[in-house]
């Protein structure tokens, strides 16, 4: 599974929308965005 550039951009842009919303949720945003990214190089590095 590849993430493109282009759905990445998508959802950078997407945190940064919810952030200026609601700025106390960044630390949840950046854990999970964090976590997800992990998991998929440890399933890539498989």
Same mark, same amino acid.
């Given at each position: =599974?590849?993430?493109?550039?282009? =759905?990445? &951009?998508?959802?950078?842009?997407a945190f940064?929308?919810?952030? =200026?919303?609601?700025?106390?949720?960044?630390?949840? #945003? *950046? &854990? *999970?965005?964090? *976590?997800?990214? &992990?998991?998929l190089s440890?399933?890539? &590095? #498989?």
């Open positions: =599974m590849v993430i493109s550039e282009l =759905m990445l &951009g998508v959802i950078t842009v940064g929308v919810v952030i =200026m919303i609601f700025p106390k949720i960044i630390n949840y #945003l *950046i &854990g *999970i965005y964090l *976590i997800i990214i &992990g998991a440890i399933i890539q &590095g #498989l």
